[in-house]
């Protein structure tokens, strides 16, 4: 079963300074979005300090922002034609429950077989690896896309092949860091990508 793992914020629906903006709220810091990007060269949850309480209004403010994200018609095209011959999954570093949401205000649920975030591990590592046995997929039958370093160096962890792109939360220089199969700039160029992957 071939199997496109997609992460969510900066691929699907490019949410930078939204989550940049949220951050400073809850922190009460003003930090400049370089030292934003900068906790994703990694995994984000090892960047920093957890403060519950941070956290805990983080989320509080992200979920109402997300009540109002519209996902774009190109995307939700690009997406309905890639499920017709694949099979579609996230893993993200963000919170199930908004992501779900999410999808359910977009009247888009039935395109993701699995959407795992947060709550079911805070390593993307752990969450492929509980994919691939739940599903039995094989790791050369899967490909990931995503748009930032760290996921990048996550996904080699478990041999996983990346599609980069460069609209998100991180430019092509930083992405190219970690090696991918190969950076693409659109939707379209993802598609393309993929298809000629699995010929």
Not at 162 to 176: C, M, N, P, Y
Request: proline share 1%; aromatic share 12%; glycine share 4%.
């Amino acid at each position: 079963m071939k199997t496109i793992i997609f992460d969510f914020d900066g691929v699907i629906h490019d949410t930078f300074d939204l989550a940049h903006k949220v951050k400073n709220e809850a922190t009460g810091k003003d930090s400049s979005k370089e030292e934003y990007r900068d906790f994703f060269n990694g995994n984000i949850f090892e960047a920093v300090a957890v403060d519950n309480e941070i956290e805990k209004n983080f989320l509080r403010l992200q979920k109402e922002a997300f009540k109002y994200l519209k996902l774009e018609k190109d995307i939700k095209q690009h997406l309905e034609n890639l499920s017709k011959n694949y099979f579609l999954c996230i893993i993200s570093s963000n919170q199930e429950d908004v992501l779900n949401m999410y999808f359910q205000n977009n009247d888009f649920v039935h395109i993701f077989k699995e959407i795992l975030g947060a709550e079911t591990h805070r390593s993307k590592v752990e969450k492929f690896k509980y994919l691939f046995a739940k599903h039995a997929l094989k790791v050369e039958d899967c490909v990931f896309v995503t748009d930032t370093l760290g996921d990048i160096l996550e996904g080699h962890k478990v041999g996983v092949k990346t599609i980069a792109v460069d609209f998100g939360f991180h430019e092509s220089e930083r992405l190219k860091k970690g090696k991918p199969f190969k950076i693409v700039s659109n939707f379209e160029e993802i598609s393309l990508a993929i298809n000629n992957l699995w010929k």
